[in-house]
């Protein structure tokens, strides 16, 4: 069991819980080796609590941590039964958890996880200053119209991720997702894999550092793009439409009408510069061996 280091904190230690709204508005407690779950199915167990510590505990009930406020979740799992389980909350710590609930994190701010393993087919919806470290996380729709985030060592497999965010930094991860950052602004993704089909599409100020991009139809429809440093596979039709400066390491399969910029690379299959429907004069240039 993982000891917090607060005294004065109420105890509420093994017990179960299956009510409508069994610990509602508690204050200052901790919750240890509790489960949520039974016959009486209650909704939202903790709704509305206050710098609380829930540890080594288990959910199977829907809404538990809604409009939390001041919260860490230790050690802890919650079940597919736990629909929406975390909305409306601020300033919490979520550490060496499995979560399956559909739909965790909703309209949430300031929440850090770790070391955590999620399935949630709707994570991180609408949400600001979201920080991960050490995780798995399996999503459709990862972090959609969520802002100010930071990611380090994520291994993530999703569809549509990213999309409509701002202000997100990536380290360290592999990252297999189809559509990727569609719409997103102003994201950094460093010493990272990412594998998925037409990643990157209608981006501003997207940054790729010392990452490999694997996938059909990169990056087109781009504002202010820049590659430093990468490799590419399986990448045909490249920077449709885009504004880009690129240095890729390797060969292209293929670059199609680059609306301006220059992309240096070590070879390319070909280079397809017609029926573009705009002006484009981006540039290819083929590294010259030493």
Same mark, same amino acid.
């Given at each position: =069991? *993982? *000891?917090?280091?607060?005294?004065?904190?109420?105890?509420?230690?093994?017990?179960?819980?299956?009510?409508? @709204? %069994?610990?509602?508005?508690?204050?200052?407690? *901790?919750?240890?080796?509790?489960?949520? !779950?039974?016959? #009486?199915?209650?909704?939202?167990?903790?709704?509305?609590? @206050?710098?609380? $510590?829930?540890?080594?505990?288990?959910?199977?009930?829907?809404?538990?941590?809604?409009?939390?406020?001041?919260?860490?979740?230790?050690?802890?799992?919650? $079940?597919?039964?736990? @629909?929406?389980?975390?909305?409306?909350?601020?300033?919490? !710590?979520?550490? &060496?958890?499995?979560? #399956?609930?559909?739909?965790?994190? @909703?309209?949430? *701010?300031?929440?850090?996880?770790?070391?955590?393993?999620?399935?949630?087919?709707?994570?991180?919806?609408?949400?600001?200053?979201?920080?991960?470290?050490?995780?798995?996380?399996?999503?459709?729709?990862?972090?959609?119209?969520?802002?100010?985030?930071?990611?380090?060592?994520?291994?993530?497999?999703?569809?549509?991720?990213?999309?409509?965010?701002?202000?997100?930094?990536?380290?360290?991860?592999?990252?297999?997702?189809?559509?990727?950052?569609?719409?997103?602004?102003?994201?950094?993704?460093?010493?990272?894999?990412?594998?998925?089909?037409?990643?990157?599409?209608?981006?501003?100020?997207?940054?790729?550092?010392?990452?490999?991009?694997?996938?059909?139809?990169?990056?087109?429809?781009?504002?202010?793009?820049?590659?430093?440093?990468?490799? =590419?596979?399986?990448?045909?039709? /490249?920077?449709?439409?885009?504004?880009?400066? /690129?240095?890729?390491?390797?060969?292209?399969?293929?670059?199609?009408?680059?609306?301006?910029?220059?992309?240096?690379?070590?070879?390319? &299959?070909?280079?397809?510069?017609?029926? %573009?429907?705009?002006?484009?004069?981006?540039?290819?240039?083929?590294?010259?061996?030493?």
């Amino acid at each position: =069991m *993982q *000891q917090i280091k607060n005294l004065t904190k109420n105890k509420i230690v093994n017990k179960t819980y299956d009510d409508e @709204r %069994a610990l509602y508005n508690i204050k200052d407690s *901790q919750v240890i080796n509790c489960i949520f !779950k039974g016959k #009486n199915d209650g909704e939202s167990v903790l709704k509305e609590c @206050r710098n609380i $510590d829930v540890i080594d505990c288990e959910f199977s009930l829907r809404y538990p941590l809604w409009h939390a406020k001041v919260f860490t979740l230790l050690n802890s799992k919650m $079940d597919e039964l736990t @629909r929406a389980p975390i909305w409306y909350s601020e300033n919490g !710590k979520i550490k &060496d958890c499995t979560i #399956n609930g559909i739909k965790i994190l @909703r309209e949430c *701010q300031n929440i850090e996880l770790d070391n955590c393993k999620i399935n949630s087919p709707e994570f991180g919806w609408k949400c600001s200053e979201i920080k991960i470290t050490n995780s798995e996380i399996t999503s459709e729709y990862f972090l959609f119209e969520t802002n100010n985030v930071e990611i380090d060592n994520l291994k993530m497999d999703g569809k549509y991720s990213f999309q409509y965010m701002t202000n997100l930094h990536i380290t360290n991860s592999k990252l297999d997702t189809k559509d990727a950052f569609w719409h997103s602004k102003n994201v950094l993704v460093e010493d990272s894999i990412i594998k998925g089909e037409y990643l990157g599409w209608f981006s501003e100020n997207l940054t790729l550092k010392n990452c490999k991009i694997i996938g059909t139809q990169p990056l087109c429809y781009c504002e202010n793009l820049k590659l430093i440093n990468c490799t =590419m596979e399986k990448a045909d039709f /490249a920077f449709e439409y885009s504004e880009v400066d /690129a240095d890729i390491k390797g060969s292209i399969i293929s670059v199609k009408n680059p609306k301006s910029g220059h992309i240096l690379v070590d070879s390319v &299959d070909k280079i397809i510069m017609e029926d %573009a429907v705009m002006e484009t004069n981006g540039e290819v240039i083929v590294r010259k061996k030493k």
